[in-house]
């Protein structure tokens, strides 16, 4: 499977893990603005190689997802802000533009320095 973006966890903002009781994280690049970082995981800005479709797989800390929905807008704020949300409630059809819909599972615990890999799976 070829990975066609990868980032790690540079910082937790002190309320991202509220969004984990709604089976949901945060990630936003280092330009997040104040009053939304202390909400997300603060990720380094990478680049984006190809667009993220259904079935391909999310990978964070070698724990990997089968992405089962994607929000209009997930690859072109991906790309230029690292911002999305990803949602693991098993969604066949994205309901947000800016959300990354993956099998429905227990929400990871992100830490510092956590990767974070999507692949495609073809």
Not at 38 to 66: N, R
């Amino acid at each position: 499977m070829k990975t066609i973006y990868k980032t790690k966890v540079e910082s937790i903002g002190k309320n991202a893990a509220a969004f984990r009781e709604e089976q949901m994280i945060v990630l936003f690049g280092k330009e997040a603005p104040s009053e939304l970082a202390e909400y997300c995981y603060i990720v380094d800005k990478t680049s984006l190689d190809g667009e993220i479709a259904v079935g391909d797989i999310l990978v964070l800390d070698h724990k990997e997802y089968t992405i089962t929905a994607v929000g209009k807008e997930v690859n072109n704020n991906l790309a230029n802000l690292a911002h999305i949300t990803i949602s693991f409630k098993g969604l066949k059809e994205a309901e947000l533009a800016g959300t990354l819909y993956v099998e429905k599972a227990e929400v990871v615990q992100l830490k510092e320095g956590s990767l974070i890999e999507i692949k495609k799976n073809a």
